[in-house]
């Protein structure tokens, strides 16, 4: 906004400029030519014409003399002003040159001739011819009526021009001025503009750092809060977890599982605020690697069947056959995406079916996910995408949920270079469609290896049962001031028959390690005396404990926390509340290779 005032600005004040300096310019010139213009030789002919006026009537009076009385005096005299008339006429025609009008030439040739004559009459004396005196003094006298009409003409003429030029120049005076004036309007106009445009670039400077201050702030307090809320959960969610395992009451079961789902609804409220927080924020890191697309369909189905055919619904998956098995994309949003779609269509489904189906076409990936639900009406379509948007006002008391999930799904899919649109019918359901560019991966056998990134959440009872026994003696310590998380992570290791030695703070947890030998640290972050980023910065300095294993255990859930722990030396990271079967894995792998393994990792 400020460029654009900037380049107006300045581009308004060069096109003033420049308009005035050619301006002011072509006034200029023609001022000069007007002042060239202005006859001045036509004055200076008519102060000469009148000088002659004035010696021919003199001239003619001494010849009517000389005629009447022809004297040797008068004779000399008509003499000496026939020379002085004679030689001022040769002055004006050689001062004049071309500039003596077409008018005047003729008279003065003939003034000349008649000069002449009269002087060789005077200097026949005494054979004066007093009648050719007589003829050529009427033909003198016609001349000087003549030279008084050209002259009377000639003021006329040069009066009127010389009004028309001082009307020019007085006009050329205003031009000039308004010209002038059109400079400085436009340097004061241009002063203006610049100095309100440094004021409104000041204004949004301040607005930019009081809006990053304002995301800052809002960014630590959902962090802060994120942290705060995430610890009392993770005893919540883990108490009730290790409670369920161990209650055979059906009844006190159900209500355990209450509590269960209850933790969990809190805490994917919790994650899609984060989300939400770090999209605005510009923080969301999407990857872009190889997986298993048909596994991740039947994660999806695994999920969500047993919910789905308890509403009494039919769920169906119908994947194409031209989608590939192997793609390049971030599993873990896409997951994110669709779990949120499915999730609202049970939500809002009461009979009928849910049918996830799939397409590949041109490089893209095309989900679709169809329910029969109560539909959405058409001019709502687009609100339901907007943060905290419901289609009705009461949507959100009778069914609940905050309206970010789809916000969150269809900005994730704008990140990948994807689309999420939706199309429905009231009373007849809704159709979501997710659009993504995938790039199809012809063999990566790495991905054959590895358990798919959601499922290693899906543990069947014989195998949450092997997580439970753990034979080979092991030492470990957990680094955690809260007491109710060493309970929890003390009861899901001895779910596992392994034990715990307990450190307050990271200054208690290295001099544990000085004085005995441990397998595995289980450091929390955020601790009194010494946390969690100066105890691992200290184990990687010492030598004697630099190969020991850490899994970092926070409640601080941001994607740049856990780069920050990797960076600064952990070998692993959980975030609270811990995901028990995930906690487990963790552990029973290290466990069974017998020995810490040597050396962190990167």
Known sequence: METKTYKFSVFLFTAILVISLISGAYMLLRFRSLEKSIPVTSVSQYRHLASVLNLLTT????????????????????????????????????????????????????????????????????????????????????????????????????????????????????????????????????????????RMLSAIESAVEEASLANQAKSNFLANMSHEIRTPMNAIIGFTELLFMEEENPEKKDKLR???????????????????????????????????????????????????????????????????????????????????????????????????????????????????????PTNKLEHIFSAFGQAESSTDRKFGGTGLGLAISRQLAELMDGSLTAGSSPGKGSVFTLELPLSEVMDDPEVHKEIPLETKNLIDEEHEKSLTAVDTPYRILLAEDNKINQMLVKAILKSMDLKCDIAENGRIAIDKLAMDHYNLLLLDIQMPVMDGLETIKYIREDENLKDLYVIALTANAMVEDTDKYINAGCNDYLSKPIDRVLFQEKILKIVEKNQMPRGFLH
């Open 59 to 198: 001239l003619s009076t001494d010849i009517e003399l000389t005629i009447v009385d022809y004297t040797p005096v008068r004779v000399e005299k008509t003499r000496f002003q026939l020379s002085k008339t004679f030689s001022f006429t040769n002055q004006i025609k050689e001062s004049f040159n071309n500039q003596i009008s077409e008018d005047l030439f003729p008279l003065l040739n003939e003034l000349d001739t008649l000069l002449s004559v009269f002087k060789q009459l005077t200097d026949s004396n005494p054979e004066f011819d007093k009648t050719r005196a007589m003829l050529m003094h009427n033909r003198l006298k016609y001349l000087i009526i003549e030279f008084q009409d050209f002259v009377l003409r000639m003021n006329d003429n040069a009066i009127i021009n010389l009004g028309k030029q001082v009307r020019n120049v007085e006009i050329l005076q205003r031009s000039m001025i308004a010209a002038f004036l059109l400079v400085f309007i436009s340097a004061a106009v241009m002063t203006y503009l610049v100095f309100v445009q440094r």
């Open 258 to 376: 209450m509590i269960k789902t209850s933790g969990n609804n809190l805490l994917i409220l919790i994650n899609d605020i984060l989300d939400f927080s770090k999209i605005e924020a510009g923080k969301i890191d999407i990857e872009n690697k190889s997986f298993n697309l048909k596994t991740s369909f039947n994660y999806l189905y695994s999920m969500f069947q047993t919910k789905v055919e308890d509403n009494g619904l039919k769920f169906d998956i119908d994947i194409d056959k031209s989608v590939p098995e192997l793609v390049n994309g971030d599993e873990h949003r896409i997951i994110q995406i669709l779990t949120n779609i499915i999730g609202n269509a049970l939500k809002f489904t009461k009979r009928g079916s849910i049918t996830i189906k799939s397409n590949y076409l041109d490089g893209k990936v095309i989900i679709k996910i169809v329910d029969t639900g109560m539909g959405i």
